[in-house]
């Protein structure tokens, strides 16, 4: 099992609003290089969807679930198949049961007790305040990133000031139109 972390990432580090639903100022900057930028399996998921778990938290899961099932290429199939938990305190199961979007299911344990118990590899996307939590707690074992050419010096940082110290080690970088795909895991102690 491995906890990989996705997300689209500017230069500087920022992770927040990269579609502009949050509405913020600078909102919307991976969308700016237009929809192929952000469309498919960007992060190279492939079989990862098939065999694993999202992880979500309340808010990415809600847009999520407004977005996915209504859409059918390829990867929007994986996404709306593969099974979905969800970190919240305010949604219970009886909300994901009426939503749209299968396989979604609320966590009613820790969060942190869950993801060191789950069999199958967990994909984070979004839902900063579950990465940060898992990364003060080391269980991050892959970080993919979709870098964009923008610095917008504001806004959630993936790696925060504060954070724990984390080695890390490149596993690959690749062009991916206007953004670079790095993808990096824990460095061997």
């Known amino acids: 099992m491995s906890v990989i972390v996705i997300e689209f990432i500017t230069l500087d580090g920022i992770v927040s609003d990269p579609d502009g639903s949050a509405g913020t100022p600078l909102g919307g900057w991976a969308f700016r290089h237009g929809r192929e930028a952000v469309a498919g399996d960007k992060f190279r998921l492939g079989r990862t969807l098939d065999d694993g778990v999202l992880l979500l938290g309340r808010a990415t899961w809600q847009l999520f679930s407004r977005l996915w099932p209504g ?35 609320v966590l009613t344990d820790d969060v942190v007790d ?15 305040s579950l990465v940060h939590q898992l990364m003060a707690e080391d269980l991050i074992d892959e970080y993919r990133l979709l870098t964009f050419p923008t610095v917008l010096g504001t806004g959630g940082r993936l790696f925060p000031a ?6 890390l080690e490149c596993l690959s970088a690749e062009q991916v139109g206007a953004a ?4 990096h895991r824990k460095a061997a102690r």
């Open 114 to 128: 869950a993801v060191k118990s789950e069999p199958r590899d967990v994909v984070i996307t979004g839902s900063l």
């Open 162 to 167: 504060a954070g724990p110290h984390a080695e």
């Open 180 to 183: 670079v795909l790095t993808r």
């Open 71 to 105: 859409r059918d290429d390829p990867f929007a199939v994986r996404m709306n198949a593969v099974p979905k938990l969800v970190a919240s305190r305010m949604l219970t199961d009886a909300d994901v049961d009426t939503a749209a979007w299968a396989n979604s299911r």
